[in-house]
């Protein structure tokens, strides 16, 4: 396995996926930066941390959606670790409804979150990247990039959106030392909504974690987790008939 980066800053690192994907780089020996908006668990989360590996860990409050405060927050973090390899602008938040009942604000705090969030991060980290001519940008984005989601417009509509906008940067950041990583996870057992466990292929958070460092050491340009079944099963997804999207969600 390729060696893991030494710093990683964490937008989004107070529970679920990011959670877990602080515990694998604090096992793997990296320092790191971890930005959710909840402060107990983010305290909580940087002193377990510490005391089993010994390794530096600093933390900021941050709302992405709060997006004049993002690149100060961000950066006054990067700051006091120095050099940073990775960012991964994981924060997220799922959401449903039925078209039509007017609830058009709860797409909006969709948007706002992943897409608009996401990409706010993502500048802040690119602009901390040019200036160290060197880092990497991981964005999280969902197999639902693929395949709206019915009932889960918005959500799906964010993460084509981010998953497009990733490509983009990508294209535009080679050659300047900067490396772009999508993750398109498949579902995965946290809170982020009810009855995540009965969802199909539903995988464990730290499985997909490991997953995730071990795609970003490589450098890999899509990394899709669990990689077990959906490396086969996401490019059919597009060809699948709406009938079988549809018994599935
Ligand atoms: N679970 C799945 O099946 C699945 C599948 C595909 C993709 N994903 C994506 O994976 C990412 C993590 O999801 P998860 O399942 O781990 O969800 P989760 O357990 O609900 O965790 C979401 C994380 O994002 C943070 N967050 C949410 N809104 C934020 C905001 N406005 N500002 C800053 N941080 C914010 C939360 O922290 P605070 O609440 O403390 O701010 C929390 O740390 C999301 O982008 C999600 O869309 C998840």
Redesign the pocket.
Known sequence: MSTSPTTIVI?????????SLAREYAARGCSLGL????EE??AALAEELRAAHGITVETAI????ARDTVAPVMQGLMDRLGQVDVVIA?????GWRKAGDGNVAEDRRIIE??LL?AITVIDAAVARFKLQKSGQVVG?????AYRGIPGSGA?SAS?AALTNYLEALRMELAGKGIGVSIVH?????????PN?DK?PF?AD?DKVAKEIADGIARGRKNIIVPRFPWRMVLPVMRLLPDAVIRKVF
Do not use: E, Q
Request: aromatic fraction near 6%; avoid cysteine.
């Open positions: 937008v989004g690192a107070s529970r679920g996926i990011g959670a930005l959710a908006r909840s668990a983010l941050l709302d992405v959606a994981n924060a997220g938040v799922l979150t992943n969030g999280i984005s969902s197999i639902s959500y993460k996870p498949g579902f995965v057992k946290t809170d982020i909504g995540m969802y539903a958070p």
